[in-house]
């Protein structure tokens, strides 16, 4: 048996490239640009802000009062925005140093340790926002004893709490998003 031979036809060849060009004109080796919300992004530096200005909004809502150490969930309120601010701060200054001298954040081992410490503060500031929620509403609707307590304040340092942590979800989100990118 007699294999078939391929007829042969002309293909054009493609245009050549510059040396150190890509197809589309880019240099080689330049990365796409970061994702807005991703650390090192103003989105990112936006989205870190508002973490840090309502995380301290409900701790000063709660420290206003004289009787939040009397209930737990409070106390554990007060901790876990300290812990959210100064790790939001933090990240903030981060993200102003990268915008500043104009580096991306891209790196895989500093992508892991703000998605976990983005996964950790979320968790305590979602908990303890919970948690405060239910005390709020026990004294309150429950129990009817906002007269003797600050339930405006505890109810105002728990919707910050929320705030919160609804400005780090993104955050966290983006984070983990850039992590698993590069796996």
Known sequence: MRPSRPAVHPVEAPPQQA???????????????DTQGGPGTPGGLGLRLVQVFFAAASLAAMASTNDFPSVTAFCYLVAAVILQCLWSLSLAIVDIYALLVKRSLRNLRAACIFSI?????????????????????LIGNDLEMCAGNHCASFMTATAMAFISWFALAPSCVLNFWSVASRL
């Open 117 to 137: 410490g983005d996964l950790i503060t979320g968790t305590l500031t979602l908990g303890a926002a919970c948690a405060s929620a239910g005390i709020t509403v």
């Open 19 to 33: 040396q150190g060009e890509n197809v589309d004109g880019a240099p080689v080796g330049v990365r796409m640009k």
